[in-house]
T-cell receptor, first 115, second 113 residues
Framework: AQSVSQHNHHVILSEAASLELGCNYS??????LFWYVQYPGQHLQLLLKYFSGDPLVKGIKGFEAEFIKSKFSFNLRKPSVQWSDTAEYFCAAGATSSNTGKLIFGQGTTLQVKP | KAGVTQTPRYLIKTRGQQVTLSCSPI?????VSWYQQTPGQGLQFLFE???????NKGNFPGRFSGRQFSNSRSEMNVSTLELGDSALYLC????????????FGPGTRLTVT
């Protein structure tokens, strides 16, 4: 069965700390991978995406993620978090072989950054 | 470019009623996907429409249905509402749904009493 799992449900960090959020996926074929962020009171926004090529992808607001095929992982990282990064983060996967517009989401990780 | 818009933003309905939610995609986007977001189940895929055709459906009962119009606008309908249908319903649009990145609207918060 297709699934996406996020390791941490709730993360609390102080400003300037480094961030790494884990994401693992289980899919029958090749996948496109995404990280979305939902700031308080706002809608889901795309942080970054991986389709193919360089496994290290850079997104908006200083975020990056690394695709490791052998580990079925797509972890999100940021060297130094800010209070404004407080939000819920979702990892998502979609099959590259289908034309169905279906994304499978992880359960989400709530990040709280203390000033 | 205007983003994805959803109407209404908030809705309160009674058990047994039906409801219709609307989604207008980003101009030029032909694929519209719908998701249900709840604290317990997270984000779950409902269905996707492309060129007025439903191409895929998630694991939801037949009470959940949708359609897409020739201008790519989409509606979803839930009949015979149950308390468990209370959720945030999100619409997302993409160029053609081929797992291109999806852009999400603000959602419709449905409360069933």
């Amino acid at each position: 069965a297709q699934s996406v799992s996020q390791h941490n449900h709730h993360v609390i960090l102080s400003e300037a700390a480094s961030l790494e959020l884990g994401c693992n996926y289980s899919y029958g074929g090749t996948v496109n991978l995404f990280w979305y962020v939902q700031y308080p009171g706002q809608h889901l926004q795309l942080l970054l995406k991986y389709f193919s090529g360089d496994p290290l992808v850079k997104g908006i607001k200083g975020f990056e993620a690394e695709f490791i095929k052998s580990k079925f992982s797509f972890n999100l990282r940021k060297p130094s978090v800010q209070w404004s990064d407080t939000a819920e983060y979702f990892c998502a996967a979609g099959a590259t072989s289908s034309n169905t517009g279906k994304l499978i989401f992880g359960q989400g990780t709530t990040l709280q950054v203390k000033p | 470019k205007a983003g994805v818009t959803q109407t209404p933003r908030y809705l309160i309905k009674t058990r047994g009623q039906q409801v219709t939610l609307s989604c207008s995609p980003i101009s030029g986007h032909r694929s519209v996907s719908w998701y249900q977001q709840t604290p317990g189940q997270g984000l779950q895929f409902l269905f996707e429409y492309f060129s007025e055709t439903q191409r895929n459906k998630g694991n939801f009962p037949g009470r959940f249905s949708g359609r897409q119009f020739s201008n790519s606008r989409s509606e979803m309908n839930v009949s015979t509402l149950e308390l468990g249908d209370s959720a945030l319903y999100l619409c997302a649009s993409s160029l053609n749904g081929q797992t291109y990145e999806q852009y999400f609207g603000p959602g419709t918060r449905l409360t069933v009493t």
